[in-house]
């Protein structure tokens, strides 16, 4: 999940129009450019942001995030994904 209010007044753009425009041109150009290479920072997070951002997203999932935790990291705040989400079955037991 995205912040766009604040990533558009970072960046100075004025419309959602823009924006989108922008995000786009940025996206393909991304795509040409590199190797493909994942960010853990976005890939494994719920939410990237302001910790009033964070805070806001962890409110609105509600149930589904409940026990995760709020960190800073690099700078930013974020919303960790479960570690080990599928811990369950990759033990080779299945729980009844």
């Known amino acids: 999940m995205i912040d766009t209010d604040l990533l558009m007044e970072l960046l100075?753009?004025?419309?959602?129009?823009e924006f989108k425009s922008s995000y786009k041109e940025w996206i393909e150009s991304r795509l040409v450019s590199i190797n493909m290479e994942r960010e853990g920072l976005w890939t494994?997070?719920?939410?990237?942001?302001?910790k009033d951002f964070v805070e806001k997203m962890k409110a609105e999932l509600g149930i589904k995030v409940?026990?995760?935790k709020i960190k800073e990291l690099k700078g930013t705040f974020v919303l960790k994904?479960?570690?080990n989400p599928?811990?369950?079955?990759?033990?080779?037991k299945v729980a009844i």
């Open 81 to 83: 994904e479960q570690a």
């Open 44 to 50: 494994e997070n719920v939410a990237v942001g302001t």
């Open 12 to 17: 100075q753009i004025k419309s959602l129009e």
């Open 86 to 92: 599928y811990k369950l079955f990759s033990q080779g």
């Open 66 to 68: 409940y026990n995760r």
